[in-house]
């Protein structure tokens, strides 16, 4: 398969890309267990968007726009947990759901209206264990009803309570290019030689369910026995059989998310990647979350944070850096087309799919995602 390289780095592609892919389509903005509590919340950027995440009093989370509705002032940075939100610029307030408390000095402001200066709220769903959004405020689309049954298949993770053990964020180059790292085991053996062995295979099977993927090379507990089909998209795991197999590999949410599996001291861990744009077509962010099933204990949690340290190494200081040469040479306009071979199906699929998202208008869009379209 071949692509037209600017599709990298041509500044009307990105636009149409942030605008029909990054807010019309549910995106993973963090997992559940990241907000454990009411009042907890945090912040992120995608695609130049500011986002307040929070979880209110009675349980439910809230996407927000980060935003003042009074000179658009961030009202909140970081993560934390609060009551409410002060915005540090005049000292408005808003609710923990964005609606809008109280206006500083308002005798001296004048009469406004509370319910129609309320925080722009996004559309948001709780499924899985993750956080999904649309991030437009005026989309006709409930983000649980798009995920075409993928939210059914990683349910077995039960992510809802596990703990977070760090989360960090790597800077990289246009985010297609620091997810197709992602998509292919073929590199492997080879920009990781000093980390994962040359030894490595650089083959993995490809399982499909709509536009989202699993690659893997199958394992599972030590000691399962495990039924061959297990490891294909075709069924759920019936009373007695191990969950496990499907869990492993790497799970690839569309458009920009990856679960990877790991077993650390016997907890199952993993690691939740999620890509999205920056401001610009040349920017991105990776945000890696390490996870745990179960509270660990001082040396397995010490195991993990150096198992999250080789990730990032990993990421940070391979894979994006090769990436970012990427876009430095096909920014010169002498690359004229890049190509994925068939041990790259991964990337194929992807690449299709994101086609098909870019070309669907917005009534069919909950159709295309919840009917599996052929290779």
């Keep these: 398969m071949t692509l037209d390289a600017r599709q990298y780095t041509c500044p009307d592609r990105f636009a149409q890309e942030k605008q029909r892919i990054f807010q019309r389509l549910p995106l993973v903005l963090a997992a559940s267990c990241q907000l454990p509590r009411p009042g907890d ?17 009675a349980g439910a989370v809230h996407a927000l726009l980060n935003s003042c509705t009074h000179r658009s002032a961030a009202v ?9 939100f002060t915005c540090p610029y005049h000292g408005w307030t808003f609710a923990q759901d964005g609606a809008l408390l109280g206006v500083a000095s308002s005798a001296d402001f004048g009469a406004v209206d509370r319910a129609a200066l309320a925080m722009k709220r996004f559309p948001v769903a709780e499924r899985a264990g993750l956080i999904w959004a649309i991030l437009d405020p ?23 309570h596990w703990t977070m053990i760090e989360r960090r964020v790597l800077h990289g180059p246009n985010w297609k290019l620091a997810f197709d790292a992602h998509l292919e085991f073929y590199h492997v053996p080879v920009l990781h030689r000093e980390t994962f062995g040359p030894e490595r295979s650089n083959r993995a099977f490809y399982f499909t369910h709509g536009p989202h993927q699993r690659v ?9 026995v495990v039924p061959d089909d297990l490891y294909t998209l075709g069924r759920l795991p019936t009373s007695g059989e191990p969950i496990d197999p499907l869990l492993m590999g790497e799970w690839i949410l569309f458009p920009g998310t990856s679960i990877n599996t790991f ?24 945000t890696q979350t390490f996870l745990a099933e179960t509270v660990p204990d ?15 190494h990993v990421v940070g200081d391979e894979d994006l850096p090769t990436s970012a040469f990427q876009q430095k040479v096909i920014g010169t306009g002498l690359v004229g087309e890049v190509r994925f071979g068939r041990n790259e ?4 699929h992807f690449h299709r ?6 070309d669907s208008d917005n009534a069919a869009l909950p159709a295309l995602l919840a009917a599996p379209c052929p290779q």
């Design 41 to 57: 919340f945090s912040t992120l950027e995608v695609a130049g968007i500011p986002v307040l995440l929070v979880r209110d009093k």
């Design 76 to 84: 909140a940075s970081g993560c934390g947990s609060t009551a409410r």
């Design 138 to 160: 005026d989309s006709p689309h409930d983000p649980g009803a798009m995920l075409g049954g993928i939210d059914t298949l990683i349910a077995g993770f039960g992510l809802t």
């Design 216 to 224: 893997i090379a199958p394992q599972g507990r030590p000691g399962d």
């Design 263 to 286: 077993y650390i001291g016997g907890i199952r861990c993993v690691l939740l990647s999620i890509v999205v744009p920056g401001a610009e077509v040349g920017t991105s962010t990776t």
């Design 298 to 312: 001082d040396a397995a949690s010490a195991a993990m944070r150096e198992t999250s340290a080789f990730l990032a």
């Design 345 to 348: 199906g991964g990337l194929q």
């Design 353 to 358: 799919w994101l086609g098909r998202a870019l």
